[in-house]
């Protein structure tokens, strides 16, 4: 599967499937506000390096609950 598919799979889709896209799935206005900040992109890094992928902080609810 491409990138963006898997994207899509962790967030939107998964939203759907829980039947909740009208508060999770994507960055909104008035969606909560659960989103992790990586300290590689993962769209463009090279296949080999999306392992090595590490979160810098995470928000669940608009409150940080990670910072590194």
């Avoid at 939107?12 to 999770?24: F, I, M, P, S």
């Avoid at 909104?28 to 979160?55: M, N, W």
């Amino acid at each position: 599967m491409d990138r963006e598919t898997v994207l899509k799979m962790w967030t939107r889709w998964a939203a759907e499937y829980v039947r909740k896209e009208k508060d999770l799935g994507s960055l909104e206005v008035g969606k909560l506000a659960d989103f992790v900040v990586l300290d590689k992109d993962y769209l463009t890094v090279p296949i080999a390096e999306i392992p090595s992928i590490r979160p810098q902080m995470t928000v669940v609810g608009g409150q940080i609950r990670f910072l590194d």
